[in-house]
């Protein structure tokens, strides 16, 4: 198969882990004969600096020509103290998400056997938890109307939902859930949000189209809770993209490192594949950060495009690092081993 | 001193565990020669089956007309699973809350060393944590207006924050610090919310005014990993309301349960003390909720009210009940202790 991939390093560690990514997907071609080519974009404070805009035309011309986009991490503290600044380089990632209709954010989040001791939680807490969040990923309070009244200095952001919008990417999620455990828990605030009812009543209406499947509603502020001390209860989680943001960030303390956890963000033409960690910009350039999360956020890619003996043969040189202990040390405190040596060993172990 | 003080149950195990702390301030009269008067007022489901409205006009007139108000606990699944109710539970607290001007609720959370076991955390994350959140409690997304259009099937939440809004609980904020560890940490999403960057100004041109007291600012997804992973980072941390919401129930995992969080919500004329905790319907009459929370949140009271010796000794009895494992089953399995048998230990111990 012949794929053309937009490659987008984005700030911090991103060009680091995305190397490794590339890195694996070049062995991947040659392991199983195919051929891939890269093209590389510029997004985030990386492109703010280049052009003055986070999202260059040119960045998204190129996700929209190819097949699909590898993405890094993006993000700069400069940026961050600056609540006054006019453009930041996290506007880059929300309008492409936005232009490439990447309604969908899924995010698995399991725990591996050989790493359950990295977990800060117990064992008997965090074993056979293998969970997926479905994250509403182009609406919500993220791209509703923003004001700012200088003059009575009060600002203003809106949140909406519509009904196509809850029912596009909650079918996603039942149907997942029927291949799986046939769980889907709906995390909302449906005890203060107007938009949260919505949710709960037409995801409800359209459970009764999956018989099969049980839904289950939670509140967000319990299920943060849940996260942590329970995890193996969900099979399924569909929520909103405010919650969906908070609750997978927190997926990653059962992983035992953020720098472990993929995501694919899909849409109904183009799709995207990046890690959810952000761009740890403190770690940059030391050779230090997990490639693990970007590598499994390609073997997503290879998924999406039915290369499933492929994306299996990732996965699996992933799990022979962590049980040879080849880590990054968010893993293993101890660990001499860098990004580099790490994505070497998991791209020699694809077979 | 004598205190006339509003006592609203509410709803699940609401009832059960306020009466543990009258219990108590029945105790600290004796012993410190007050005299509290109590007189209860509906709200709730509980309200709204007695009167039709979750908060009715005797309520909100009872706790405008007392020293103070002691609650419990509201909610009932059967209002949770009716999306389309038009009046539920929650509207009595948030209505309440806005009434009566709480702006800020103040939610400690520490690590007891009698409890540092129970945290499904590890010793080394959880010791020494001694934090308290600021949570801005009568504005942003909680209040703002919300709408539903019926035939464009859409539903919108808006959050609005004003620079006063947010100055006078930074203001409160940062007080606390400065007779604490001097540290502020301002969570929110500054890289995404219009709101968050209007916080990001006020709270960092207020931080010139306490020169002693460091700022500094975190993510929500960000805040919600390090509340587990590392929460003796924190000493106050300044949020909104939904942040507020989601990252203090967090805290509940590093204290062992949710049954021992209290908290305080202030305003420049009223005072209500509030558990974290929900009503917990399936504990409701089985004399197993954990009244911890409650006792605090009124131990939280006395202090309001400049009876520090008294508020001590409510503290005092408590720990003693942890160091005696007189507690309920939330925080030992095998505890064949009840809600009331712990109410009555720590009254017993007020001295
Ligand atoms: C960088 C930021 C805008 C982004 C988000 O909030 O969506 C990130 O936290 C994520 O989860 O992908
Ligand atoms: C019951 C609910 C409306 C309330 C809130 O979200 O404020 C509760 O979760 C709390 O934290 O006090």
Redesign the interface.
């Known amino acids: 198969m012949h794929l053309n991939i937009a490659v987008l390093e984005g700030d911090g560690i991103g060009p680091e882990v995305v190397a490794q990514s590339i890195k694996c997907l070049r062995s991947v071609e040659e392991t199983f004969g195919h051929s891939f080519t890269f093209q590389k974009g510029l997004i985030g404070a990386a492109a703010i600096k280049e052009t003055g805009s986070p999202l260059p035309k040119e960045t998204l011309k190129l996700c929209k020509s190819t097949d699909a986009t590898l993405f890094g991490a993006l993000?700069l503290p400069e940026?961050?103290?600056n609540?006054?600044a006019k453009v930041?380089?996290?506007q880059g990632l929300?309008k492409l998400r936005k232009e490439l209709g990447l309604f969908a954010n899924i995010r698995p989040v399991k725990v591996f056997p050989s790493l359950v001791k990295q977990s800060?939680?117990?064992k008997a807490?965090v074993q056979n938890t293998d969970l997926v969040i479905f994250r509403e990923l182009s609406g919500g309070?993220?791209y509703?109307e923003?004001?700012?009244d200088e003059e009575?200095?009060?600002?203003?952001?809106?949140?909406?939902?519509?009904?196509?919008e809850i029912s596009r990417i909650a079918h996603l999620a039942f149907k997942s859930a029927r291949s799986r455990k046939k769980k889907v828990t709906l995390v909302d605030?449906?005890?203060?949000?107007?938009?949260s009812?919505?949710w709960?009543?037409?995801v409800?209406s359209i459970s009764d189209s999956y018989p099969d499947v049980t839904l289950n509603?939670q509140?967000?502020?319990?299920a943060?809770?849940q996260m942590?001390?329970n995890p193996s209860q969900f099979d399924v989680i569909l929520t909103d993209n405010?919650f969906g943001?908070?609750l997978?960030?927190?997926g990653?303390?059962i992983a035992g490192s953020?720098g472990l956890l993929p995501s694919a963000s899909v849409g109904l033409k183009y799709a995207m594949f990046e890690p959810i960690h952000?761009s740890y910009p403190d770690a940059a350039g030391k050779n230090i950060a997990n490639p693990v999360a970007s590598i499994l956020s390609m073997a997503m890619l290879l998924q999406h495009f039915k290369m499933n003996e492929e994306s299996n043969a990732v996965v699996a040189a992933v799990l022979k690092s962590f049980s040879k202990k080849i880590v990054t040390p968010d893993i293993l405190g101890s660990s001499k081993y860098g990004t580099n040596y790490v994505g070497d060993f998991i791209a020699d172990n694809i077979m």
């Not at 009575?152 to 196509?164: F, G, L, V």
């Not at 605030?189 to 938009?195: H, I, M, R």
């Not at 509140?219 to 319990?222: E, H, Q, V, Y």
């Open positions: 993000g940026f961050d103290d609540p006054k930041w380089p996290e929300l800060p939680l117990s807490q309070i993220y509703g923003k004001t700012i009575k200095n009060s600002a203003t952001d809106i949140c909406t939902y519509t009904e196509s605030k449906a005890n203060v949000l107007e938009t009812r919505l709960r009543r037409v409800g509603c509140f967000i502020d319990n943060a809770v942590v001390l405010m943001d908070i997978s960030d927190q990653s303390v953020i952000g």
